[in-house]
């Protein structure tokens, strides 16, 4: 076996877990959830929804990793043997999400090289909102299967870029994170500085951050605002088990946890001012969705023909939004693999190197299916059910597992072990774990089916059901039946002399 990965510092830890949970979701769709529910509110409500929720969940994930030394799958048969299929659910759920999030990324870098067109299309919105239909050739449908060859190549830079970036575990995505995480900060500093001089700024900031009081008591806000908060720091996912399992023994989780989580916090309201700052100064806030596909290659591109009457200048700020979407896309997707490569190398003994380039190329193969004309229809649909209902009833399974069946309070113990001038209480962390969590959780999941079956007739979108079923439905059975086919396999490997490590919490 080779020796396990380590961060070089606490500082690089911090970075990587940053870029990790500051993704796409962050620059799109936590502005549009603002903008959707009273801008200051929902930041309240998320707020809220951090702390009481998030937080302890972060340090949970980050703690008992770092103890095991394992990745996802490992650490909840270290939680209970029962329990490691909830381990392969996570795991196989973050393969899921990766082949299309990948396809996301492609997008960003196809719009980043065609920037340049913006120049030639001041004020003219409907060319602007239409270079994406026009550069993917997408239908919006389950109709038609070609496959545009830019599209093709972004896509196979998107994975090169990916590979590269965790070749080497720990040690490549600590060198990576050094650039990729501060690069997005400077490029959002510098459309916020743009957007703040713009005559009509004010009014996108005043919207932004000033509460509206009758906007709490809409449940929409509350489950948005929940759901922002559980999707952005990366937790679920197998992602933090991985980098727990790489954080050494004389790290202080409990302070780290809480950095991570306010610095994600940060970039997202940083994100907010850029969006609400340049939507306002050029007259379109009421244009602000909280789709973040529609934001990002439908929305904001009208908007950068609108900046100015000089058509180079807006080609460039175009080019700086879409360098921006690609620093923080390429973070998020390299972590979701290297959590899926991690669980799956010490699962199997297998050599980490070996097991990330396999992952790349399968994922890479199946993300093919995503840019074909009828792409963002099969990755609509795929979204919807790994993040509404596969995701949810993991974090579910996650809080039971560790909070009712395990000693929390030797978890909380991991969390505290090096903490000097913050300790988590028992009170936050045990309330949270065991209660809070899971009721919001649950509640989360009980309003995704209320509107999916009471609201929409049990079908989403104008999709045929058919497509739902196998995209949707099909692959959360088999995420959540993973672990068990995944036994089989294992069993079957036993024979042959196959053995499993012995993962126990040592104290």
């Not at 509350?222 to 933090?240: C, E, K, R, T």
């Not at 929390?408 to 090096?418: I, T």
Request: aromatic fraction near 14%; proline fraction near 3%; glycine fraction near 10%.
């Amino acid at each position: 076996m080779e020796k396990r990965s380590q961060w070089s510092s606490r500082f690089t830890f911090i970075l990587a877990a940053i870029g990790s949970a500051v993704g796409l979701g962050n620059a799109w769709r936590f502005p549009g959830l603002a903008a959707k529910h009273g801008g200051g509110t929902f930041l309240v409500v998320y707020l809220f929804a951090m702390l009481a929720m998030g937080i302890p969940l972060l340090m949970m994930e980050i703690s008992i990793a770092r103890k095991f030394r394992k990745g996802a799958i490992e650490s909840m048969r270290g939680i209970g043997k029962k329990w490691e299929p909830v381990g392969w659910a996570a795991t196989s759920n973050a393969f899921v999400i990766v082949c299309y999030y990948s396809v996301v990324f492609a997008w960003v870098i196809l719009m980043f090289i065609n920037s340049w067109q913006f120049a030639g299309m001041t004020g003219n919105a409907e060319a602007a909102s239409g270079l994406f239909f026009e550069l993917t050739e997408t239908t919006g449908a389950i109709e038609g299967f070609g496959i545009p060859w830019q599209v093709l190549l972004c896509l196979v830079i998107a994975w090169g870029l990916i590979f590269f970036c965790i070749r080497n575990g720990a040690s490549s995505v600590g060198k990576v994170v050094k650039f990729t995480v501060f690069a997005p900060v400077i490029l959002l500093l510098i459309m916020a500085v743009k957007g703040c001089t713009m005559p009509g700024a004010i009014d996108g900031l005043k919207i932004l951050f000033v509460p509206d009081a009758n906007a709490f008591t809409d449940p929409s806000l509350w489950v948005d605002a929940i759901g922002q908060v559980f999707y952005s720091l990366s937790i679920m996912m197998a992602i933090m088990f991985a980098y727990g399992s790489y954080v050494g023994n004389d790290a202080d989780v409990a302070a780290d946890a809480m950095i991570i989580a306010f610095s994600d916090m940060a970039i997202s309201v940083l994100s907010g001012i850029v969006m609400f700052t340049t939507m306002g100064g050029t007259g379109m806030l009421d244009k602000i969705t909280d789709s973040g596909i529609g934001t990002a290659f439908i929305v904001y591109p009208q908007a950068i023909v609108h900046l100015t009457d000089i058509g180079w200048f807006n080609a460039v700020f175009g080019a700086i939004f879409y360098l921006m979407l690609i620093t923080l896309a390429i973070d998020s997707a390299f972590s979701i693999v290297e959590g899926v490569s991690a669980a799956v190398a010490d699962k199997f003994h297998l050599k980490p190197k070996k097991v990330t380039l396999a992952i790349c190329l399968i994922a890479g193969v199946i993300s093919i299916l995503f840019i074909t004309q009828a792409g963002l229809a099969w990755l609509d649909i795929v979204d919807n059910w790994a993040n509404s209902v596969n995701l949810i009833l993991i974090g579910v399974l996650e809080c039971i597992a560790i909070g009712w069946t395990f000693n929390l309070r030797k978890v909380l113990g991991e969390v505290n072990k090096n903490a000097k001038r913050f300790k988590m209480p028992y009170w936050w962390f045990s309330v949270s774990v065991k209660f809070i969590a899971p009721v919001l959780l649950v509640g989360l999941f009980a309003w995704n089916m209320i509107v999916l079956f009471g609201q929409k007739g049990g079908s989403y979108g104008d999709y045929p059901i058919w497509a739902q079923l196998v995209a949707g439905w099909g692959v959360s059975v088999l995420v959540f039946v993973s672990g068990f086919i995944a036994k089989i396999i294992i069993n079957k490997k036993k024979q042959n002399g196959f053995v499993e490590d012995e993962v126990i919490w040592k104290d």
